[in-house]
């Protein structure tokens, strides 16, 4: 199914969280400044509804995401208040894919853990909670992964300063 | 042992007096904890599992990542779009034509521009004998790892062939950066498709080399079969992609079934078939099913190499991209196949010169997430055998 059917599909079923979604756009000449948008339509789902709407992906009998492929962050600049979580899911049966946005605040980003619904987020969700210092609620294994233990600060946050030295050894 | 010198025993020993001069002495022995890595020639690189073993019997496996974590996600931020390309070479050092190609692909996608033809078939001839490149490592150097010495080099015969074609087109043996954002670097040098064509020939011959020293010796089956199981389910649940899903028994390659490039013309016209594993040797979804995929895999790239080659047009390589290269805001996300799995990148532009994130889904790291869950229950001899069965690249793991 193509994305407009997909999203169709999930306002039929009433997916929970579904926000809305987002295509790809012209720039519209009307609006100056406009840059218009390329490249793939996502849905937006709240964050804290996050893993009833994957429930609904990997069951439903016409969507059935069977995979998570990927589970990462974005801090989209300095100054915005918030954190997007990115979800890719691929359906191996109707060979379809579908892109997800949560938005997450900055000063406090908490979600529920989507551990439950797809075994592949556990390591996913470690990456991004020790690059974005993003908490997942009920995660079952909240250990960095690729970070040493005692790394301190979320590097993939636009903010992040590097630190002077490690353990004694100059990070110049 | 009189019970005068018995020293006090320890909380977990129990001593029973059984006659004159005769003790018996229960000592529970606790689980042994030892690390296998960061330093060992079986993990593929630089990667620590700490194992918990109950004498042979692996009771717990924890991997432990980052020894080979070089910030590619983070620099994907600082420098330009063009400039990143040589760091997409270094995650999966083995295939690195097809992580230039995923990389390419994903910033196409947001620039919306056309591939010549030349290009597009030149790329799949790079990226397929990668492909058989970095399957000949997977399969020689599992061999090793088992205890077979012999096929390594076998397999490493072919892979210097492929290496000093690919030295021709571009110039170097393992990290490209030939496949570029447009197109390619530069077109092939006269003679390089005849020589790409005797390869094939010549490697149709050794791949049966391969079959009959390795894959159905005696000696590797009992050493792979039966061993590692991974189910249906679970090769789905933990989002494993490549051999690891097609050796369960799953029929899914993204050439096929997403296609991208003119991999949907190739499948159409007939040229190659994808190999599912069916258990012929033990249990489906077992260690050596994977190994057989791979080499079977090998076969069907030659094939798709010769559909381009009779297929080849004249023109030009790149299409034409600015030397400062700003990308249209939006986010893309391009999953390809690469010897190891879905290799996927997702980048996000705000219309700039860098962009704002580049996120790469490696394979080899979701495919590693498995071992905490196959490796117990299984002895340490088969736990390297597991291992090596996962064909990872460490690069691709930790980034």
Excluded at chain 1, 85 to 100: A, C, E, G
């Amino acid at each position: 199914m193509d994305f407009q059917a997909i999203h169709d599909r999930l306002r039929a079923v009433a997916a929970p969280g579904l926000v809305g979604a987002d295509l790809p756009r012209k720039p519209d000449p009307k609006v100056k400044k406009d840059k218009g948008r390329a490249g793939d339509p996502f849905v937006i789902v709240e964050a804290q509804r996050l893993v009833e709407f994957l429930e609904v992906c990997r069951d439903d009998d016409r969507l059935k995401f069977e995979q998570l492929v990927d589970l990462s962050a974005t801090d989209p600049a300095k100054d915005d208040a918030q954190l997007w979580i990115n979800v890719q899911l691929l359906s191996l049966k109707f060979r379809h894919r579908l892109s997800i946005k949560c938005l997450l605040p900055k000063a406090a980003p908490s979600m529920p853990s989507t551990v439950p619904v797809y075994r592949a987020s556990q390591w996913h969700e470690r990456e991004c909670a020790e690059m974005f210092g993003i908490t997942f609620v009920g995660h079952p294994d909240p250990r960095n992964i690729l970070l040493p233990d005692d790394w301190v600060g979320s590097p993939l946050r636009k903010d992040y300063e590097f630190p002077k030295e490690y353990h004694g050894i100059s990070c110049e | 042992m009189t019970r005068e010198t018995q020293s006090t025993p320890a909380a977990s020993t129990r001593v029973q007096r059984l006659g004159a001069g005769e003790l018996s002495v229960d000592i529970r022995t606790p689980d042994l904890e030892v690390n296998f890595g960061p330093q060992h020639p079986a993990t593929h690189g630089v990667m620590r599992i700490l194992m918990r073993a109950d004498g042979e019997l692996v009771t717990g496996a924890q991997p432990h990542l980052g020894y080979l974590h070089r910030c590619a996600e983070k620099i994907g931020e600082n420098v330009e779009w063009l400039q990143y390309l040589p760091y997409t070479d270094r995650y999966d050092y083995l295939a690195s034509m097809n992580n230039n190609l995923g990389y390419s692909l994903a910033v196409e996608a947001l620039l919306g521009v056309e591939i010549p033809r030349r290009a597009t078939l030149i790329r799949i001839i790079c990226a397929e004998l990668n492909r058989i490149g970095s399957h000949l490592v997977a399969f020689g150097t599992y061999g090793l790892d088992i205890g077979a010495f012999t096929p390594f080099l076998y397999t490493f015969r072919e892979r210097e062939w492929m290496m000093a074609l690919f030295e021709k087109i571009c110039g170097a043996r393992l990290t490209y950066s030939y496949i570029r954002i447009g197109g390619l670097f530069n077109d092939a040098p006269p003679g390089w498709f005849e020589e790409v064509s005797r390869f094939c020939d010549v490697f149709e011959q050794k791949w049966q080399e391969y079959v009959d020293l390795l894959l159905v010796n005696q000696i590797y089956v009992k050493r792979t079969a039966n061993i590692g199981i991974i189910s249906r389910e679970m090769a789905l649940d933990f989002g494993l992609t490549g051999p690891m899903v097609r050796g369960s028994g799953i029929d899914w390659d993204l050439r096929r079934d997403m296609p991208y490039m003119c991999y949907d013309e190739i499948w159409r016209s007939g040229a190659f078939k994808i190999p599912i594993a069916r258990g012929e040797m033990g249990a489906l979804g077992d260690c050596w099913d994977r190994s057989w995929v791979r080499v079977m895999e090998m076969i069907e790239s030659i094939k798709i190499v010769r559909w381009c080659l009779d297929n080849m047009v004249e023109g030009p390589v790149i299409a034409d991209i600015p030397k400062t290269l700003k990308v249209p805001v939006g986010e893309a996300y391009v999953g390809i196949e690469n010897p190891r799995g879905e290799l996927g990148h997702y980048v996000v532009s705000d219309g700039g010169k860098v962009s704002i994130r580049t996120r790469v889904r490696g394979p080899s790291f979701c495919n590693l997430a498995v071992l905490e869950d196959i490796l117990p229950g299984s002895l340490v001899g088969d736990a390297i055998a597991i291992i090596g069965s996962t064909d990872i690249v460490v690069g691709e793991t930790d980034r």
